[in-house]
Each structure stands twice: as C-alpha cells, then as structure tokens.
C-alpha cells in the first residue's frame, strides 16, 4: 500500500521531531491497509493526506505576570484537526512536557475519538507548556486570562469548544470561561468543564473515569467474565484516575493502585478514595503524604522504578487502567502484566502504551481497549454539556449517567463488529480505528475538496 507508506514518510520529513505525532499517525494508517484494499475510492479522495494534516494551526505568545512582579512567557497552541463531523471538541493541556507535536498528537486522536462517539463533533486540542505545579491561584487567573486573550478570537459555540486535560480542571476552566465573557461579552457554551451552578454538565467531570470502567465492563462481559471482584491496577492520580477508582468501587472490582509524576502508590486493601482526593482535589500535594494515615500502603518514588518501565505495571492485578500520560507503559510492562496474568486493559490516558506494548496485548489476544475507545466518555458528556448549554437546559445525573453508558457501549460495539468484519474479531485498535475513520472520511468526500 505505497500511499500510506508515501504518506508517513512525508510526514516524518515535513514536521520533523514530532514522534508522539507519527506514533499516533503509523497506527492509525497501518490499520487502515484492509479497509483500502476494499474501497479504494478513498485513495481517490487524497483522504489520508488531507486527514493528517490540521485544518489550522494557532501558535501565540502567553505573557504573564508573577506574583513577584516578573514578567513569564510560555507557548500557547491550539490544533484544530478535523471539522467534518462538527465544530472542533477537544482539551487543552497545560504541562512543561507540551510541544506542537504532542498537541498535534493529540488533536489527531481526538478526531477518531470523536467520531466514534456517534456525537457532532470534530476534533481539536490546545494547551501550553506551563506548568501550573507550585503557583499560586492568582498566577493561575493571570496564565488562564492571557492565554484566553490570545485563544478567544478562534473559538465560540459553533466553530470550537475547548475543554480540560492534564492541568485543566475546574478552576483553569472557571478563568478561562470569565475571561471569554469578559472580551465577548457572551455567555455561551465555548467550553465544557464547568462549573455546575454555571453552566456545567452534571456527571462531566466523572465521565472519562467512569467511562473507561463501562468500556472494560463491556469488553469483559464479551467474554462472559466480569469486573466484579476484580484487582485492578491503576495508573495517575488525576481527573481520570480519580473517578475510574470511585466507579471501580461502585462496581464491586478493587483498585490498589494509583501514581503521580513522584512516585506510585500500593495499597493492597484498595486505595482510601476519600483521601487521595483530598491529597490530589484539594491539598494538591504529592502521594506520598497518604503513607501518613495508611501504613499498610507501599510507595515507590520515581528514582526507584525498573529502568524499562513504571513500577505501577510491576504490581499484580487482573485489569490495568493507564490513566496519567502518554507511553507510559513499556513493552516490558506488557510482558510483566501478561506474566502476571492480567486479561484486561482500558485505557484512560491518551497513547499510554508504547507501540511495542500495544502489539504485546493483540499478540496475546487479552481484551485491551485504545484509548481513542475507552476515554471517549470525557469528550462524549462535554458534547452532552454542549447540548444543555444550546437549549438553556440542565439535565440530572440519571440522564447523563443513562448517555454515557449507551455511548460507551455503542462505542464497544462499533469497535468490536468493525473488527469481526475485517477478520480480526478482539482487535479493539483496529476497530476503532477503521470505524472512526470511515465516518470522517465519508463525511469529507460528501463536503467536497476543502
Ligand atoms: P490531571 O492533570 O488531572 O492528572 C494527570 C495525572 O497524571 C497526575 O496524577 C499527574 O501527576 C500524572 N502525570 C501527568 N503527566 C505525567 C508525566 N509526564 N509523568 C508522570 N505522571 C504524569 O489530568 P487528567 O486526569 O485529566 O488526564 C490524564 C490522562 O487522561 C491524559 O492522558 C489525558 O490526555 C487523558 N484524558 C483526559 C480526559 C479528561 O476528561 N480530563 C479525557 C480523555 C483522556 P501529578 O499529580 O504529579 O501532576
Ligand atoms: O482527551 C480528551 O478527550 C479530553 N481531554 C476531553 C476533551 C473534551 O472536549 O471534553
């Protein structure tokens, strides 16, 4: 299939450095070899050069102040990937470890996300490479603002709708959004994330947690197994790792681990939920503080971890759930996990095991779910938000809930016959990634060469 080689190589030559991106890319195109082979018309659509390449790409100078007085500059970028199922829908990040090419990554991701999602919505992301770690709340507002002084000209209700991600929560989103008002003078549906009494949908900010447990609960009932009683690994100590641990325990199955960027916590009993959040919600402080009130838990600083991998994949357990960052779990975690007989993986995080790892999992043919598949509830609820905002509407809790669990399933569905029908029944990646695209890619032969 020269064009998808033709295709990768030119992206290798014409954005160098961007390695997170052609990960992302290599997979997704490789995938797609079958699916050419039976409806090569999409070759004649030049659709795999278009769909790499971003519609747009905004780059800005974010320039703030300190509390010290000192003037601070960063990197602001927002990607907007794909609009041919709606307006562009992803998150931005805030992180040190940001580049255009994790963006780019990301945003590439998120329009396949999406489209699995069965939602009007195309793909984007944004972010910068601040790092919001040790500043106060006021250098926050003052980042949030400038970078939304810069962002807002791009973005509204019908074109582009920003959300969170590492580093983006509910108080980012809340400077954000005051200072969207303040330059528009709208108050409208421009980001999800919100806060409840403003505009926020119930249910979102659990979703992509809550979601990536439905996503594994429908893989392992495909199986005839369950997530009941299950031991399960789990990676982050964020927005998604937080709530995929409260649904693990509504679910009956036992979570006893949990990581930040220091170090990975053990707790055999199963991780004390009420304190980890407030460690991470509200003291925003390191996990190693949680050893101070459970002394049966074990703690790995990142110093200690094997030289191949994270400590969190040496630990047993039956499902894993990688909820922190991208290629976070090593080929060799892979082959600790399978040695440790785990049969299931839902991805929280975007890309977090390495292309290595992920041909591990369908080599030993255990029910491993993309993230792309099984962190769409995130992205799905802020659609949902999206809805409530445009008809001035707020639904409760049983409604969304009742959504994200259709959506999640459907999305299970999707991915699991598209594999049937290309002869790879269990391969998860290669279903989500041949049912998201074709949706985008019949959508942009119908709009035309744009
Ligand atoms: P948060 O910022 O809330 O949490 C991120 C967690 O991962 C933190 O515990 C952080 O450690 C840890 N972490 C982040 N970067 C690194 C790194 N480079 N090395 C080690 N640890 C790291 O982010 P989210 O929970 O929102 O996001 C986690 C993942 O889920 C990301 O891949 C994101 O793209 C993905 N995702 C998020 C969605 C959402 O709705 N928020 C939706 C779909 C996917 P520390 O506490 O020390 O900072
Ligand atoms: O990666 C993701 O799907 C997100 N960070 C959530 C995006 C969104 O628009 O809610």
Redesign the pocket.
């Given at each position: 299939m020269p064009y998808v080689h033709n295709t990768l190589e030119r992206l290798r030559k014409s954005s160098p450095a961007q390695t997170e991106f052609y990960q992302a890319a290599e997979e997704v195109l490789e995938c797609l070899r079958p699916l050419f082979e039976r409806s090569p018309y999409y070759h004649d659509h030049s659709i795999i050069e278009r769909i790499v390449e971003p519609e747009r790409q905004i780059m800005f100078r974010v320039c703030w102040t300190d509390d010290a007085g000192r003037v601070r500059v960063n990197k602001g970028y927002r990607v907007q990937f794909n609009s041919a199922l709606g307006p562009y829908k992803g998150?931005l990040?805030f992180?040190p470890?940001v580049t255009s090419g994790i963006i780019k990554f990301?945003g590439f991701e998120q329009i396949f996300k999406n489209a699995l999602t069965g939602l009007p919505i195309g793909g984007g992301k944004g972010g910068s490479d601040f790092d919001p770690?040790g500043k106060s709340d006021a250098e926050i507002m003052r980042f949030c603002q400038s970078f939304m002084t810069e962002l807002y000209r791009y973005i509204g209700p019908t074109t582009d709708v920003p959300?969170?991600?590492?580093?983006?929560?509910a108080r980012e989103i809340g400077y954000l959004y005051g200072q969207y008002k303040r330059l528009t003078g709208r108050y409208e549906g421009v980001l999800t994330?919100k806060g409840l009494n403003w505009g926020g949908s119930i249910g979102r900010k659990e979703?992509?947690g809550y979601g990536a447990v439905y996503f594994a609960q429908n893989m392992l009932e495909a199986r005839g197994d369950s997530i009941k009683g299950k031991t399960c690994l789990v990676s982050?100590?964020?927005?998604?790792?937080i709530y995929t641990i409260e649904k693990l325990y509504e679910v009956g199955a036992k979570p006893v681990t949990c990581?930040?960027?220091?170090g990975t916590l053990h707790d055999p009993r199963g991780v004390d939920l009420a304190l980890l959040k407030e460690l991470?919600e509200v003291k925003r402080t390191?996990l190693e503080a949680y050893l101070e009130q459970h002394t049966e838990a074990s703690y790995t600083p990142v110093d200690d971890y094997p030289t191949d991998g994270h400590a969190v994949w040496r630990i047993e357990g039956d499902v894993a759930f990688p909820?922190?960052?991208?290629n976070?779990l090593t080929e060799a975690d892979a082959e600790t996990l399978l040695g440790n007989g785990v049969t299931c993986i839902s991805e929280?995080?975007?890309m977090?095991s390495t292309a290595a790892a992920v041909d591990r999992f369908l080599a030993a043919r255990i029910a491993y779910g993309p993230?792309k598949a099984a962190?769409a509830g995130?992205?799905a609820t802020s659609q949902l938000e999206m809805a409530q905002n445009s008809s001035m509407q707020q639904w409760p809790l049983q409604k969304v809930d009742a959504r994200l669990k259709e959506i999640m399933a459907n999305i299970y569905k999707q991915c699991a016959d598209t594999a049937e029908e290309f002869g790879e029944p269990n391969n998860l990646v290669l279903g989500a990634n041949i049912a998201g695209f074709r949706k985008v890619a019949d959508a942009m032969i119908d709009q035309g060469a744009v």
């Amino acid at each position: 299939m020269p064009y998808v080689h033709n295709t990768l190589e030119r992206l290798r030559k014409s954005s160098p450095a961007q390695t997170e991106f052609y990960q992302a890319a290599e997979e997704v195109l490789e995938c797609l070899r079958p699916l050419f082979e039976r409806s090569p018309y999409y070759h004649d659509h030049s659709i795999i050069e278009r769909i790499v390449e971003p519609e747009r790409q905004i780059m800005f100078r974010v320039c703030w102040t300190d509390d010290a007085g000192r003037v601070r500059v960063n990197k602001g970028y927002r990607v907007q990937f794909n609009s041919a199922l709606g307006p562009y829908k992803g998150g931005l990040r805030f992180h040190p470890s940001v580049t255009s090419g994790i963006i780019k990554f990301l945003g590439f991701e998120q329009i396949f996300k999406n489209a699995l999602t069965g939602l009007p919505i195309g793909g984007g992301k944004g972010g910068s490479d601040f790092d919001p770690k040790g500043k106060s709340d006021a250098e926050i507002m003052r980042f949030c603002q400038s970078f939304m002084t810069e962002l807002y000209r791009y973005i509204g209700p019908t074109t582009d709708v920003p959300a969170g991600d590492i580093g983006v929560g509910a108080r980012e989103i809340g400077y954000l959004y005051g200072q969207y008002k303040r330059l528009t003078g709208r108050y409208e549906g421009v980001l999800t994330g919100k806060g409840l009494n403003w505009g926020g949908s119930i249910g979102r900010k659990e979703a992509t947690g809550y979601g990536a447990v439905y996503f594994a609960q429908n893989m392992l009932e495909a199986r005839g197994d369950s997530i009941k009683g299950k031991t399960c690994l789990v990676s982050g100590a964020g927005n998604v790792a937080i709530y995929t641990i409260e649904k693990l325990y509504e679910v009956g199955a036992k979570p006893v681990t949990c990581s930040d960027s220091r170090g990975t916590l053990h707790d055999p009993r199963g991780v004390d939920l009420a304190l980890l959040k407030e460690l991470k919600e509200v003291k925003r402080t390191s996990l190693e503080a949680y050893l101070e009130q459970h002394t049966e838990a074990s703690y790995t600083p990142v110093d200690d971890y094997p030289t191949d991998g994270h400590a969190v994949w040496r630990i047993e357990g039956d499902v894993a759930f990688p909820c922190a960052t991208q290629n976070e779990l090593t080929e060799a975690d892979a082959e600790t996990l399978l040695g440790n007989g785990v049969t299931c993986i839902s991805e929280g995080a975007n890309m977090p095991s390495t292309a290595a790892a992920v041909d591990r999992f369908l080599a030993a043919r255990i029910a491993y779910g993309p993230g792309k598949a099984a962190n769409a509830g995130g992205v799905a609820t802020s659609q949902l938000e999206m809805a409530q905002n445009s008809s001035m509407q707020q639904w409760p809790l049983q409604k969304v809930d009742a959504r994200l669990k259709e959506i999640m399933a459907n999305i299970y569905k999707q991915c699991a016959d598209t594999a049937e029908e290309f002869g790879e029944p269990n391969n998860l990646v290669l279903g989500a990634n041949i049912a998201g695209f074709r949706k985008v890619a019949d959508a942009m032969i119908d709009q035309g060469a744009v």
